[in-house]
């Protein structure tokens, strides 16, 4: 037995991942991207093959409290095909393999499976595998997406250059604040069931955390546009965390404009409310499932023009850090305040 | 809301799955397997690959206080390996989820990849993809496995024809046994801490409980003497089970002889001590990871010189039914008295 106890906390979700794959060996020819980025990527014969696979735990990932099972379904599915999507990549398959506590009928579990089924139909993927078991800890979802990609067309969080520009999809930070308007109306109904929720006002920011869509639009606008970003990543923990594994993996700095970050009006009103920073929410919030991505800058105007992405900084020598520059001038060192599973 | 409340146990494992993708819809034409066998498959631009996903959970699948991590690791990676080579594929490579509770520490996580860095090692696979998360709910494992297979070379459970033989590798039922063992043992030490368990005679059965092997040298002899079994599954359930997979998978019905099962000596002794009949462990107990499966009369030479493989009955007509002849010349009804996850 080894007596010495490091605690998980003291590593983080990342630096244990890394810890523990360190000395990973590579036996196969056909393995070309390895654990560390959105998705794998190995070579089948030639063609290339991405592959990602994620859990969702109950207490976690999903409160059963506020999560329609329907919702869930297709969330499981649409978070694990945002990986595929976040390599430039085509989603075509997924395995789903659960854990199903006997508090569960039959009925819930065809609510889930039509959640997953619409999001099947939706990205024109199929189910190929079913693996159900009892579980005695509530309910555990493993979904492993695979896509496809045309040879050496994948996008990695590496190649990220000094000067290129930094992009993102959508809003960020609207995940997040559904998630605390669902927080608070599960206490207050705790507190007197008698009081229903009142979300009706709050569909957008809901929807968010409820049911995110992952950018298959963005993916495939980038290949018309003949648009190659030089990196890419999905927004699922928070813009901060996100842009330092681009920055770490790239072995470069960054400039981020707080100004630029694309926040929607619903989002910038219940931050308000909540006496939060709505860029604080984008930063550290997570769930947002939006492509982060860099592009080299005789892409701009290209990009400028798609009222779907925001450009919100650049790209700078490493020696410079990664720096967030507030709405009010001022330059703050970005952290990863983002999701610290262990903590 | 839905006001009809369907148990799942009503259903039981398999009937759930076949229930909740009966309506399963296929949207890419690379789909070749979809759910229901050991293994999916797809076409990958004219070659082929094969896909297997599977849960491990705390307190269902195993439980720590006698399984040591590192043999966890090991057990989590070959069980998905065995669902590939039981497709007659090649695994290459896997990705690995895990949900971890607070209690473990950095050493134990090190200790279960040191298991799965083991099997990989041994099966020449690549681990390409790892995530963690923290979990509420005790160990969540799970592993999806990725081989390959030339193509339309796949063998899965439907194939089976009246008059093929039926054969099965190595032993069954002393998985079953030796978990019997550390249950006894366990209940022992939680009675009176003080007494040490004595399992230094049982390597045997504690070995096939604690660490399985997938018979990838069987999928090899098989290919080496040009056998292509007309179909195949791995015993995780029992053989009762299986071999009743592959009757309705195929469409047709067996005659099973008792004293044909291939039981290990030790297996013998201990289900004696326990006053259980050895061919019940082998039918109904599980976690063998042996290969069941059928192969032409016209075989029966080949198979018949390899030492790790038993001809144990032979498929007939679906109407005859799936039928056990007893050593004491009965005639039963197979059923499938193998694992139920939610009765």
Avoid at 97 to 110: Q, R, T
Avoid at 134 to 162: L, M, Q
Avoid at 172 to 178: D, I, K, N, S
């Amino acid at each position: 037995m080894d007596t010495t106890r490091t605690e998980i906390a003291s590593l983080g979700e990342f630096g244990l991942i890394e810890h523990l794959t360190k000395n990973n060996e590579t036996h196969q020819a056909g393995t070309l991207l390895s654990v560390g980025d959105d998705a794998a990527v190995i070579d089948q014969f030639g063609r290339q093959c991405v592959i990602s696979n994620d859990l969702l735990l109950e207490g976690i990932h999903f409160d059963l409290m506020y999560t329609p099972l329907k919702h869930l379904g297709y969330k499981a599915v649409v978070v694990n095909l945002s990986d595929i999507y976040a390599m430039m990549a085509t989603p075509t398959h997924i395995t789903l393999a659960l854990g199903i506590s006997n508090k569960f009928s039959v009925e819930a579990l065809e609510e889930f499976y039509e959640g997953v089924y619409a999001a099947c139909d939706k990205f024109n993927v199929d189910l190929i595998g079913g693996d159900t078991s009892s579980s005695k800890a509530g309910f555990v979802i493993s979904v492993t997406a695979i896509g496809e990609v045309a040879p050496d067309k994948y996008v990695t969080r590496s190649g990220a250059k000094v000067n290129d520009l930094i992009c993102v999809s959508g809003d960020l930070g609207a995940a997040y604040l559904g998630l605390q308007l669902l927080e608070r109306e599960k206490r207050i109904f705790l507190e007197n069931p008698q009081i229903q929720p009142d979300l009706e006002n709050q569909k957008y920011l809901i929807g968010r955390i409820l049911k995110p869509e992952p950018r298959a639009d963005i993916v495939e606008w980038l290949q018309e546009a003949n648009i190659t970003p030089t990196s890419m990543i999905d927004v699922s923990d928070g813009l901060s965390s996100e842009l330092l594994h681009i920055c770490t993996a790239s072995d470069v700095g960054c400039i981020l404009y707080e100004e630029k970050i694309p926040v929607h009006d619903d989002a910038r009103k219940v931050a308000m409310e909540f006496q939060i920073g709505a860029a604080a929410c984008a930063l550290s919030g997570g769930e947002d499932y939006e492509l982060l991505f860099t592009v080299k800058q005789e892409d701009y105007e290209k990009v400028a023009r798609n009222n779907n992405i925001s450009v919100i900084g650049y790209i700078t020598e490493k020696s410079e850090g990664a720096n967030l520059l507030t709405t009010g001038g001022n330059k703050h060192k970005l952290t990863s305040a983002g999701w610290n599973a262990f903590s």
